[in-house]
Nanobody
Framework: QVRLVESGGGLVQTGDSIRLSCAAS????????VGWFRQAPGKEREFVSA????????NYADSVKGRFTISRDNANKMVYLQMDDLKPDDTGVYYC?????????????????WGQGTQVTAST
């Protein structure tokens, strides 16, 4: 089992940067890919980014490529999402999730454990 706790969200201006953190517990964390998803009001939860279990491979949604960077620190059981050049469309609750795969899949069905989410609001 894996427990995930997100932090780092907040209110920022368009064009600003923010870094989200995901703290994990549980022995299976280091064998799991970890992803970030987000959900805006009235919309479905969507894939943002994922990193493989060993941190060597990453995957990004087209809407965030070149602006967001995912990374992980297995020694400290942490995953990060650096978000640069934020836009109003990036607003939403961001969730960290651990997969039953080692590869950084974008498919939500493979994400078994979820955090409680952290709110990010990018205002104009």
């Amino acid at each position: 089992q894996v427990r995930l706790v997100e932090s780092g969200g907040g209110l920022v201006q368009t064009g600003d940067s923010i870094r989200l953190s995901c703290a994990a517990s549980g022995r299976t964390f280091i064998t799991s890919a970890v992803g970030w998803f987000r959900q805006a009001p009235g919309k479905e939860r969507e894939f943002v980014s994922a990193v493989s279990s060993n941190g060597g491979d990453t995957n990004y949604a087209d809407s965030v490529k070149g602006r967001f960077t995912i990374s992980r620190d297995n020694a400290n059981k942490m995953v990060y999402l650096q978000m640069d050049d934020l836009k109003p469309d990036d607003t939403g609750v961001y969730y960290c999730a651990a997969s039953n795969l080692k590869i950084p899949t974008s498919r939500r069905v493979h994400y078994v454990y979820w955090g409680q989410g952290t709110q990010v609001t990018a205002s104009t």
